[in-house]
């Protein structure tokens, strides 16, 4: 498969996934801070919560640079569609159908289809969205429309090396995107004062929420709302679907089918994911990661940074630690 082919295919992957991340997340958000307890001597430490969501792109200077605060009308627009942030949902779905439309023939009609409905009606007409309240609706729409490609992807293409880039990028930016997730809170829980401590339950229940765990855990726990158990079942859990144990097994086992169907590519991507995925499958416990850090959520992501770069130089040949596409999200590698 001719390189810019298959690094198409794994982008469109990449911004379909992030397409849903950032539209959960941001939704999420906003009815977390609507619902929110009152903590008595915790004045502001609600209205806040918008700021860390920056964290989660890396591109917390490139909004400052538009912005002079962080609130619930600027964090929304800058992830939801302002034009100069590259990682928003409007500019990766745009980039995704740009890619998928110079692939016409590689993707089924019905892909081509949800995604272009998709960035006709997400990426145009956003200048009144926040001032009409239609934040829910965009990214209910927003997250429904990655649902939708994904699962026509999975029941219409075939299984061949176009099918695995496609894997390769999903897989991949859910297990960044998580582990972005629980750093930034756990940077958030480091900081709270004793009196914030009445919102653990309330945050715990967001964080779960954010990548669509929240049922999941409770079917799994029927305890409170722990922290350390929260981080436990999405970094280790090997059935949660959107857990980084569950995405780094998946993705060495898609490298591994991609080098079986491209013989001669070198095997490090592959070696990599695999070493990462036993790591964390043979850690005694999530303290390993939240209080050895070994390896800690900083190293993971390192890892899964290294990945990406080791499958972008075997398979696009891009060499050194930045590809382009991977500068639109600092901090990826």
Known sequence: MLSRIAENLYW??????????????????YHAIVEAPVVPGAKGIVTEQWAPLLALTGDEGAFREHFDRAD?????????F????????????????????????????????????????LCFSTESILDEDGLHEYC??????????????????????????????HHLERADNVL??????????????????GLENHRGMALLKSVSAYEAFRKRHHSAL???????????????????????????????????????????????????????????????ILDSREPGI??????????????SSTYFGVTGTLEPREAQRQGTS
């Open 12 to 29: 469109i992957g990449r911004y379909i996934e992030r397409v849903e991340n950032t539209a959960r997340l941001l939704d999420v958000n």
């Open 72 to 80: 619930g009308r600027t964090v929304p627009e800058w992830l939801a």
């Open 82 to 121: 302002h034009p100069q942030n590259s990682s928003s949902i409007r500019s990766s779905l745009s980039r995704a159908r740009e890619d998928a439309r110079g692939l016409r023939d590689r993707i089924s009609l019905e892909m081509w289809e949800t995604l272009n409905r998709a960035y006709l009606a």
């Open 140 to 169: 209910v729409a927003a997250r429904e429309a990655s649902h939708l490609f994904l699962g026509i992807a999975h029941a219409t293409l075939p299984r061949d090396l176009g099918w695995y880039f496609l894997l390769a990028g």
């Open 180 to 197: 972005r997730l629980l750093q930034v809170r756990q940077r958030q829980g480091a900081r709270l004062e004793p009196v914030a401590r």
């Open 226 to 288: 722990e922290g350390r158990r929260i981080a436990a079942f999405l970094l280790l859990d090997p059935d949660f679907p959107r857990s980084v144990r569950h995405n780094l097994a998946a993705l060495h086992a898609t490298l591994g089918s991609m080098e079986r169907l491209n013989p001669g590519a070198s095997d490090s991507a592959t070696r990599q994911a695999g070493w990462l995925a036993a790591r964390l499958e043979y850690l005694p416990g999530v303290e390993a």
């Open 298 to 311: 900083e190293t993971l992501l390192e890892e899964v940074a290294a990945i990406s770069d080791a499958i």
